[in-house]
């Protein structure tokens, strides 16, 4: 469904992804996660064909997506924050999304409208930053697309839209099996409705793997700081603190029973690390470890 193969893509003088692959060909939901200016959106973009690569394919269904409008056919991109005109009311950008997206389901889209409490007759311009995010989610939904791409789609929600956000999206997605790809800052918010995590960094993928996978990763130990001088020397430490004579370090191994077995043999407590300091950890520099 989706092939990036060793895509460069620079803006001017910033590079971006570089020698970048990410193949995706199941009918799943998968999350894209990267730091601030890690490429998210501009992945999408050339996923979307609104970016050209400067080097590298781009395959969605068969197509190219630059400059091929026969992309719109599979796919849905709804970008954070869409230029809607300033004209528009509610029911316009409805219109829009029909028009370029031909297996549009009009009847659910009004659905959604009630569902979120969007009135029809009201301008973009007046919605707030929540409710624009639920016109953005319920255009993308309502798409139908083989595959449709979600930029920050739960931007501005609050925790009641949210619920309704992810019943509407896991309702439509098992009425409807499709690749959504829906990029995140809050990794908390979508790990329970994506079963794939995309993980961008460096320009590159870090991680393309089962959401239930990248939970695992991560352990957090604490005891006694004489109980870490060997452990510390030979793994790789993400994060440590110090308090008095105990110490709490985090280790980028997996929550096994192999290392609840050894952390029992030594004294220590484990317990599995969130995915949200695991992230960040990884995609910050190592530190140096005080031995
Ligand atoms: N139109 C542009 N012109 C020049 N540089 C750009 C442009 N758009 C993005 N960039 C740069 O490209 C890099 C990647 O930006 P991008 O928006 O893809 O990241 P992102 O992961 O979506 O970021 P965020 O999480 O902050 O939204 C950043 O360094 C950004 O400053």
């Given at each position: 469904m989706i092939e990036v193969n060793q895509v460069h893509f620079r803006y001017h003088t910033t590079d971006v992804l570089h020698d970048f692959s990410l193949i995706e060909h199941e009918k799943v939901i998968v999350g894209l996660w990267g730091r601030n200016g890690s490429g998210k959106?501009?992945?999408?973009k050339l996923l979307a064909g609104h970016l050209k690569p400067n080097?590298?394919?781009?395959?969605?269904q068969g197509f190219t997506p630059y400059n091929d409008d026969r992309t719109n056919n599979h796919l849905c991109y709804m970008q954070e924050d869409h230029p809607f005109s300033k004209m528009w009311k509610v029911k316009d950008a409805l219109r829009f999304g029909n028009?370029?997206?031909?297996n549009f389901d009009m009847d659910f889209a009004k659905k959604l409208l009630s569902i979120f409490n969007l009135n029809e007759k009201k301008h973009v311009s007046g919605l707030s930053k929540g409710m624009k995010s639920a016109l953005q989610f319920i255009i993308g939904m309502a798409s139908n697309a083989d595959i449709t791409i979600l930029d920050e789609p739960t931007n501005g929600l609050d925790i009641a839209m949210q619920k309704k956000f992810n019943k509407v999206l896991l309702d439509s997605y098992e009425e409807n099996p499709r690749l959504i790809l829906l990029s995140s800052h809050n990794i908390e918010e979508?790990?329970?409705l994506c079963e794939?995590?995309?993980?961008?960094?460096?320009?590159?993928v870090l991680f393309h793997e089962p959401m239930e996978t990248m939970r695992e990763k991560g352990i957090w130990l604490s005891g006694e700081k004489d109980a870490f001088s060997t452990i510390i020397q030979s793994h790789t430490v993400l994060e440590q603190q110090v308090i008095g004579t105990k110490m709490k370090v985090m280790l980028d191994e997996p929550f096994t029973s192999e290392?609840?077995?050894?952390?029992m043999a030594n004294g220590l407590t484990i317990e599995p690390a969130s995915l949200h300091d695991y992230l960040v950890n990884r995609t910050e520099k190592r530190i140096e470890v005080a031995q």
């Amino acid at each position: 469904m989706i092939e990036v193969n060793q895509v460069h893509f620079r803006y001017h003088t910033t590079d971006v992804l570089h020698d970048f692959s990410l193949i995706e060909h199941e009918k799943v939901i998968v999350g894209l996660w990267g730091r601030n200016g890690s490429g998210k959106t501009t992945l999408m973009k050339l996923l979307a064909g609104h970016l050209k690569p400067n080097q590298g394919e781009i395959n969605i269904q068969g197509f190219t997506p630059y400059n091929d409008d026969r992309t719109n056919n599979h796919l849905c991109y709804m970008q954070e924050d869409h230029p809607f005109s300033k004209m528009w009311k509610v029911k316009d950008a409805l219109r829009f999304g029909n028009y370029y997206n031909p297996n549009f389901d009009m009847d659910f889209a009004k659905k959604l409208l009630s569902i979120f409490n969007l009135n029809e007759k009201k301008h973009v311009s007046g919605l707030s930053k929540g409710m624009k995010s639920a016109l953005q989610f319920i255009i993308g939904m309502a798409s139908n697309a083989d595959i449709t791409i979600l930029d920050e789609p739960t931007n501005g929600l609050d925790i009641a839209m949210q619920k309704k956000f992810n019943k509407v999206l896991l309702d439509s997605y098992e009425e409807n099996p499709r690749l959504i790809l829906l990029s995140s800052h809050n990794i908390e918010e979508i790990q329970t409705l994506c079963e794939a995590l995309v993980v961008i960094h460096d320009g590159n993928v870090l991680f393309h793997e089962p959401m239930e996978t990248m939970r695992e990763k991560g352990i957090w130990l604490s005891g006694e700081k004489d109980a870490f001088s060997t452990i510390i020397q030979s793994h790789t430490v993400l994060e440590q603190q110090v308090i008095g004579t105990k110490m709490k370090v985090m280790l980028d191994e997996p929550f096994t029973s192999e290392w609840k077995h050894f952390a029992m043999a030594n004294g220590l407590t484990i317990e599995p690390a969130s995915l949200h300091d695991y992230l960040v950890n990884r995609t910050e520099k190592r530190i140096e470890v005080a031995q």
